[in-house]
T-cell receptor, first 113, second 112 residues
Framework: EAQVTQNPRYLITVTGKKLTVTCSQN?????MSWYRQDPGLGLRQIYY???????DKGDVPEGYKVSRKEKRNFPLILESPSPNQTSLYFC????????????FGPGTRLLVL | GESVGLHLPTLSVQEGDNSIINCAYS??????FIWYKQESGKGPQFIID?????DKRQGQRVTVLLNKTVKHLSLQIAATQPGDSAVYFC???????????FGKGTTLSVSS
């Protein structure tokens, strides 16, 4: 089944404790992206990757890192999480190009205490 | 600032009615639009898309209309069902970039 998977689905952590949220897609998509979703603010892009070893900042990249060493994986790294990073995170992928629709993972709900 | 937005945060309809969800965008350079459906506890799900060289596109029970003159996008759902209850987002891709810009969403509630 074609899908985008994320792990973990739920995470509670404390301020400053490094964490990684994994994202994997099995559709051989070139483009991958991370979003956060907050009440009243909608979906905002954190980082995106056009292809392996190519990453770029989205609208809200502060406090996050990403890497794209393989085509299928695009982990999101929070080196020193803070409470304002409490949010619902979505990974997405698309075949690439400007006009490709993105397909979203199930989401990771993060609470930073 | 420029953004994609929706006219109404909520819409309530009766089962069997047709639903129309609206979206306004401000950037005339946007050339690709997508509608997503997000059910509670799930990620956004692609519904239908449309390119700026089209005015209308139909899918199964859904139709997207694009009016570039007034920068307006709408999603029409025919014979709305309880399973259509969700938050609907429009999103745009702008000519010079690859990021999807999302509106804030309309919550559709369908009562039996």
């Amino acid at each position: 089944e074609a899908q985008v998977t994320q792990n973990p689905r739920y995470l509670i952590t404390v301020t400053g404790k490094k964490l990684t949220v994994t994202c994997s897609q099995n559709m051989n998509h070139e483009y991958m992206s991370w979003y956060r979703q907050d009440p009243g603010l909608g979906l905002r892009q954190i980082y995106y990757s056009m292809n392996v070893e190519v990453t770029d900042k989205g609208d809200v990249p502060e406090g996050y890192k990403v890497s794209r060493k393989e085509k299928r994986n695009f982990p999101l790294i929070l080196e020193s999480p803070s409470p304002n990073q409490t949010s619902l995170y979505f990974c997405a992928s698309s075949p690439g190009g400007r006009k490709g629709a993105q397909y979203f993972g199930p989401g990771t709900r993060l609470l930073v205490l | 600032g420029e953004s994609v937005g929706l006219h109404l945060p909520t819409l309530s309809v009766q089962e069997g009615d047709n639903s129309i969800i609206n979206c306004a965008y401000s950037n005339s350079a946007s050339d690709y639009f997508i509608w997503y459906k997000q059910e509670s506890g799930k990620g956004p799900q692609f519904i239908i898309d449309i390119r700026s060289n089209m005015d209308k596109r139909q899918g199964q029970r859904v139709t997207v209309l694009l009016n570039k003159t007034v920068k307006h996008l709408s999603l029409q759902i025919a014979a709305t069902q309880p399973g259509d209850s969700a938050v609907y987002f429009c999103a745009e891709k702008r000519e010079a970039g690859t990021a999807l810009i999302f509106g804030k969403g309309t919550t559709l509630s369908v009562s039996s």
